[in-house]
């Protein structure tokens, strides 16, 4: 049982594209949690939150708490972009994130 | 970058063989945990610490154990370890278990 699901598991994108990647959780959360990890690279935290919508320079994130649904929009993609995108969520009744399996993306020039 | 290291970076041993993993951070934050990345997988939880002596069980902790007596140092030990625990160890760190968590640049672990 996977509390929380991303989609795709895959994606290729030419630069310049409108790029989303979904993820869908099972719980009732008190927060959700976007993360990059590049090739070999450490892990960077994008964005956290538990309502609305975040902006970060070509990043967006939103969430739909009713829905159990977060996006993570990329705008104007770069190579630089290509990365693992990682969701994970707080659950309500306890203190440990959840994570999905991530999104690998491969933006090409 | 928050300020979280790990070491080894790197670290080959062999079945059986005890293997220590340490994480320091120089942020003050009260929470530490541990997890590890497979392939396959997300990020799976192995220990936690809520503060100093304070530590608690993730999803993943059989033949594993930590230990926390410094705010910045959190340790985990592989008391005797197999090839199923070759993996990608992160260290991570947060003020309270509702912030964001602040990942350390991992340590490769291969167990021949």
């Known amino acids: 049982k996977n509390e929380v699901e991303q989609s795709p598991q895959n994606l290729t994108a030419q630069e310049g594209e409108f790029i989303t990647i979904n993820c869908s959780y099972s719980?009732?959360?008190?927060?959700l949690h976007w993360l990059q990890q590049h090739p070999g690279g450490g892990i960077v935290s994008l964005f956290m939150?538990?309502?609305g919508k975040k902006k970060h320079g070509r990043l967006i994130a939103t969430i739909n708490i009713q829905e159990k649904h977060s996006s993570l929009h990329i705008t104007a993609s770069h190579p630089r972009d290509s990365a693992v995108y990682i969701c994970?969520?707080?659950?309500?009744?306890?203190?440990?994130?959840?994570f999905g399996t991530g999104t690998s993306l491969t933006v090409i020039p | 970058d928050a300020g979280i290291t790990q070491s080894p970076r790197h670290k080959v041993t062999e079945t059986g063989t005890p293997v220590t993993l340490r994480c320091h951070q120089t942020?003050?934050?009260?929470?530490m945990y541990w997890y590890r990345q497979d392939p396959g997988h997300g990020l799976r939880l192995i220990h936690y610490?809520?503060?100093?002596?304070?530590?608690d069980k993730g999803e993943v902790s059989d033949g594993y154990s930590v230990s926390r007596s410094k705010t910045e140092d959190f340790l985990l030990t592989l008391e005797s370890a197999t090839s199923s625990q070759t993996s990608v160890y992160f260290c991570?760190?947060?003020?309270?278990?509702?912030?964001?968590?602040?990942f350390g640049p991992g340590t490769r672990l291969t167990v021949l």
């Open positions: 991570a760190i947060s003020e309270s278990s509702f912030d964001e968590q602040f």
């Open positions: 719980v009732g959360i008190s927060a």
């Open positions: 939150l538990s309502s």
């Open positions: 994970a969520v707080i659950p309500n009744t306890g203190n440990q994130f959840y």
């Open positions: 942020e003050n934050h009260r929470y």
């Open positions: 610490s809520y503060g100093v002596k304070d530590t």
